[in-house]
């Protein structure tokens, strides 16, 4: 199953006030590297919306880590561990393998979320396109390689 579907269906277990309560969960601090989603961009949004936004923001992997650790906040820990076992590292990660490079880029800090780790990779296939996170920081001394290879 795929990610945004696990999360989803997480979402899908809690009433309208704990969704209330995990979109204001979003706001807060919840994982180091992990800004919170301004509020602005969360309350009108239903789930598959809070889903998006999620992923857009933090990326599958801590799409599903921030979920897990907010649903334990929330003292829901049978919905954290039953995601937490069906998440990236448990079987999707098998049936989703991912996809051949084809255009890659690396970056030392994004704003839109967790910041990827030195050397991270974005990879496309086709005619993908790929969103760029903002790249903050600046000064001197601070250098950032981006390499974009078509094939």
Do not use: H
């Not at 309350?43 to 599903?64: N, Q, T």
């Amino acid at each position: 199953m795929q990610v945004p579907r696990l999360i989803l269906d997480s979402l899908d277990e809690l009433g309208a006030d704990d969704f209330k309560r995990f979109r204001w969960n979003l706001t807060q601090p919840v994982l180091d590297g992990c800004r919170p989603i301004p509020k602005s961009c969360l309350e009108k949004e239903d789930r598959p919306d809070v889903v998006g936004r999620m992923i857009s923001s933090y990326g599958e992997e801590s799409a599903v880590k921030v979920t897990v650790e907010i649903l334990k906040r929330m003292n829901l820990n049978n919905e954290a561990e039953k995601l937490q076992n069906a998440g990236p590292a448990g079987s999707t990660a098998a049936q989703n393998p991912p996809p051949t490079p084809s255009s890659s880029s690396s970056s030392s800090s994004s704003s839109s979320g967790c910041s990827p780790a030195a050397g991270a990779t974005v990879c496309a296939q086709g005619r993908s396109v790929i969103v760029a996170p903002n790249i903050e920081g600046g000064g001197a001394g601070v250098s950032i390689n981006m390499n974009i290879n078509t094939q």
